[in-house]
C-alpha cells in the first residue's frame, strides 16, 4: 500500500477516533486491489456498555466503573457452580461477542466479522488458582459449534493453554502442548495483545509471546472474549480488523 493512501487511512482513522465514531469502513474507489480488499474497519470501545456484547450467561456479566485512571471494567462474576450455556459440544461456557455495530452512516447495522485482526486488552483472572485458570479469546466464530478459541492457562495440557477448533464436534487443540502457560497473578491486570493474519495467531502476554500458532483454519468470523468455566475481568479494549492479507499495521 502507498505510504500517501496508508497515511489517509490511519488520518481518517484518528479523526474518527477523536469523535467517537465507533466504527470506520474505508475504501478505495478504483486501482489494485479492488476496493473491497481495502475495507477496513476500527473499532475502539473506551467506555463500555454491556449492550455492545452477545453474552451466554446474561445475569453474570457486568460493566464495573472505575475511578480511578483505569476506566471502566466488563466483569464476569457468574454464581459457582452455575452454567446457564450449554454449548452443543464440549467448549466453553461463558462468552462475550461483540454485537453488531453501525459501519457507516445510512447504513444498517450488521455483524462485526473480521478476518485478519489485532485485539488488546487488559484482563485479570478472578477464578480460583489451579492449572486450568484460564481466560480465552474467540474468533472466527461462524455458529456456537464453528468456531476457533485460544484458551490462556498456567498449565499446557491437551485440553489447556492452546489455540482449539470446534468444528461441529469437541473442541481440540490443534498444536503440541506448550512447554510454559500463562500464570494469571491474583489482583493483577495483564495487557494481552492477539494478532491473526491468515493462518497464524499469536498471544502476548505484558509484551512477552505466550502462544503461537500456524493453524487458524476458519476465515472470516465474529470476535468475543470470555472464559471456559471460570470468571474474570477485561477492560481497555480496543479491535483493529480488515480483511485478509492487508498489511498496514507496525
Known sequence: MAGREA??????IAFALAAGTSCVHLERTGGDPPAEELAYCFVAMPVLRLEQWEVTEPGAWSVVEDEGEGGPWLE???????????PPHRSPHRIAL????IVGEGEE??????????????????????GHRDLCVFFGWQAPDRFHYLHLA????????????????????LEPVFEEGLEWPDDTWVSIVVRRRGDTVTVHADGRLVLSSDKASLRRGRVGIGTFDDSGRWRNLRLQGAPRGWDGWD
Not at 497515511?7 to 481518517?12: E, F, P, Q, Y
Not at 495440557?157 to 461441529?168: I, M, Q, Y
Open 7 to 12: 497515511g489517509a487511512i490511519a488520518l481518517a
Open 76 to 86: 464476569l462474576a457468574p454464581a459457582e457452580g452455575a452454567f446457564a450455556y450449554q
Open 98 to 101: 461483540l454485537r453488531d455495530l
Open 109 to 130: 447495522s450488521r455483524p462485526m466479522e473480521v478476518e485478519d485482526f489485532e485485539l488488546s486488552f487488559e484482563a485479570m483472572s478472578t477464578g480460583r488458582r489451579y
Open 154 to 173: 498456567p498449565a499446557p495440557d491437551p485440553n489447556a493453554h492452546n489455540l482449539f477448533l470446534v468444528d461441529g464436534a469437541p473442541r481440540r487443540s
